[in-house]
């Protein structure tokens, strides 16, 4: 039997995520934790919740899974994953260990196809250094996969999304565009044969990035995944009570989905993203709807989006120190500088947010990019990211 997984789901990866006016609206009617060991809650819409044991010790907890982003079995267990471990990555934590959550319609896909599911869950968690232990499954209409994830990092050190200050500089470390690029697989549109690039992308763990992040000291970090680089840029900036310049053109695409937006080409994941941002969003005239989705695109395992402070950045240059660029092996990119509430973009400054003000929060307009705002890291071996989308 040969069937195709991503023609056995409605929803594909992280775009199956409830949209976030949806899911923001349920949480806020449920009980605040009153526990002081809990760290990180449910209240700032962080990564991971971190639990504090003791004063050396605090554990980190996550639940990640979805449908099929892709239609192999071995590459939809690794990237669900590499998606999983990303938010114990974003965190700066270490992941201890893994329990795996499955769906699987066991009347519709062979036996061998959840196997090969398990196996690139399992395999990607051993290249994390760390077992799947066990897990749950049920049967389900579609094919359902993630892991459960345990970490652990000291108390005092744990990175989260509410830290982020003013001349923060802001780097992302993967392009975007995943979620457009395997919607257009799935609907047999990949004219430009993309998906390889985005399966490597979403394949590829955030411990690296990590690891430099703790070793270059920064201030706050998230992970780019459902909600798109405006969602949670959202979400870091409202925990951080701080506003944010970007600039439009330094924010890396993949080539292909670029193309594909402007084709009409996105997943309902991103479109849903794009609808509630838009009441928080300023747009220049100059902003076509494509470049709207591309900054809202439901991406799938994506990059670490992390505010660096300025001496650490180096700024006006580019983040260069051996850290990022042994971390990275590949390329980051500087997108902007966190702001106060009351600062004005100028005109290398592309998108603002005010994240404590609850009308308008971002503003959008495009603007050349300063050449000493790029920032690179590292010689580039990955996939192509767009010459003047934050290339180089």
Same mark, same amino acid.
């Given at each position: 039997?040969?069937?195709?997984?991503?023609?056995?789901?409605?929803? %594909?990866? =992280?775009?199956?995520?409830?949209?976030?006016?949806?899911?923001? %609206?349920?949480?806020?009617?449920?009980?605040?934790?009153?526990? @002081?060991?809990?760290?990180?809650?449910?209240?700032?819409?962080?990564?991971?919740?971190?639990?504090?044991?003791?004063?050396?010790?605090?554990?980190?907890?996550?639940?990640?899974?979805?449908?099929?982003?892709?239609?192999?079995?071995?590459?939809?267990?690794?990237?669900?994953?590499?998606?999983?471990?990303?938010?114990?990555?974003?965190?700066?934590?270490?992941?201890?260990?893994?329990?795996?959550?499955?769906?699987?319609?066991?009347?519709?896909?062979?036996?061998?196809?959840?196997?090969?599911?398990?196996?690139?869950?399992?395999?990607?968690?051993?290249?994390?250094?760390?077992?799947?232990?066990?897990?749950?499954?049920?049967?389900?209409?579609?094919?359902?996969?993630?892991?459960?994830?345990?970490?652990?990092?000291?108390?005092?050190?744990?990175?989260?999304?509410?830290?982020?200050?003013?001349?923060?500089?802001?780097?992302?470390?993967?392009?975007?565009?995943?979620?457009?690029?395997?919607?257009?697989?799935?609907?047999?549109?990949?004219?430009?044969?993309?998906?390889?690039?985005?399966?490597?992308?979403?394949?590829?763990?955030?411990?690296?990035?990590?690891?430099?992040?703790?070793?270059?000291?920064?201030?706050?970090?998230?992970?780019?995944?459902?909600?798109?680089?405006?969602?949670?840029?959202?979400?870091?900036?409202?925990?951080?009570?701080?506003?944010?310049?970007?600039?439009?053109?330094?924010?890396?695409?993949?080539?292909?989905?670029?193309?594909?937006?402007?084709?009409?080409?996105?997943?309902?994941?991103?479109?849903?993203?794009?609808?509630?941002?838009?009441? =928080?969003?300023?747009?220049? @005239?100059?902003?076509?709807?494509?470049?709207?989705?591309?900054?809202?695109?439901?991406?799938?395992?994506?990059?670490?989006?992390?505010?660096?402070?300025?001496?650490?950045?180096?700024?006006?240059?580019?983040?260069?120190?051996?850290?990022?660029?042994?971390?990275?092996?590949?390329? =980051?990119?500087?997108?902007?500088?966190?702001?106060?509430?009351?600062?004005?973009?100028?005109?290398?400054?592309?998108?603002?947010?005010?994240?404590?003000?609850?009308?308008?929060?971002?503003?959008?307009?495009?603007?050349?990019?300063?050449?000493?705002?790029?920032?690179? =890291?590292?010689?580039?071996?990955?996939?192509?990211?767009?010459?003047?989308?934050?290339?180089?």
């Amino acid at each position: 039997m040969s069937v195709r997984l991503t023609k056995v789901a409605k929803r %594909a990866g =992280c775009a199956a995520k409830q949209p976030p006016g949806y899911l923001f %609206a349920l949480l806020s009617g449920l009980p605040k934790s009153t526990d @002081p060991n809990v760290l990180v809650g449910s209240a700032t819409a962080d990564d991971a919740a971190v639990y504090r044991l003791d004063a050396e010790r605090a554990l980190v907890l996550t639940t990640d899974f979805f449908t099929p982003i892709v239609d192999s079995p071995y590459d939809f267990g690794a990237i669900s994953a590499a998606n999983a471990l990303s938010d114990v990555y974003a965190i700066g934590a270490a992941p201890l260990a893994a329990l795996a959550v499955v769906g699987f319609p066991d009347e519709l896909l062979e036996a061998a196809v959840l196997a090969e599911i398990l196996r690139g869950g399992a395999e990607k968690a051993a290249e994390a250094g760390i077992e799947v232990v066990g897990g749950h499954t049920i049967r389900a209409d579609e094919p359902i996969y993630g892991l459960s994830v345990t970490g652990i990092v000291h108390p005092a050190r744990a990175v989260t999304n509410a830290g982020a200050k003013p001349s923060d500089l802001l780097v992302l470390t993967k392009p975007l565009g995943v979620g457009i690029v395997t919607t257009a697989a799935k609907n047999d549109a990949d004219t430009e044969h993309a998906l390889g690039d985005a399966i490597v992308l979403m394949s590829t763990l955030n411990r690296a990035a990590s690891e430099a992040m703790l070793e270059v000291g920064v201030s706050a970090a998230t992970d780019v995944t459902g909600f798109g680089l405006l969602g949670h840029l959202g979400n870091l900036l409202r925990a951080s009570a701080a506003s944010a310049s970007l600039w439009l053109d330094a924010v890396p695409i993949l080539p292909a989905a670029r193309t594909y937006a402007q084709r009409g080409i996105a997943p309902g994941g991103t479109r849903a993203n794009h609808r509630f941002v838009a009441a =928080c969003v300023e747009y220049g @005239p100059d902003v076509p709807i494509e470049d709207q989705l591309l900054f809202a695109d439901a991406q799938t395992s994506g990059g670490l989006l992390i505010a660096v402070p300025e001496e650490r950045g180096a700024r006006p240059h580019p983040p260069s120190s051996g850290a990022w660029r042994r971390a990275l092996r590949g390329r =980051c990119v500087s997108l902007g500088l966190v702001v106060e509430h009351r600062s004005r973009p100028s005109g290398a400054q592309a998108l603002r947010s005010r994240g404590a003000i609850p009308t308008r929060l971002l503003r959008l307009a495009r603007a050349a990019l300063p050449r000493k705002a790029s920032a690179t =890291c590292g010689k580039h071996d990955g996939p192509h990211v767009a010459p003047g989308r934050g290339s180089t």
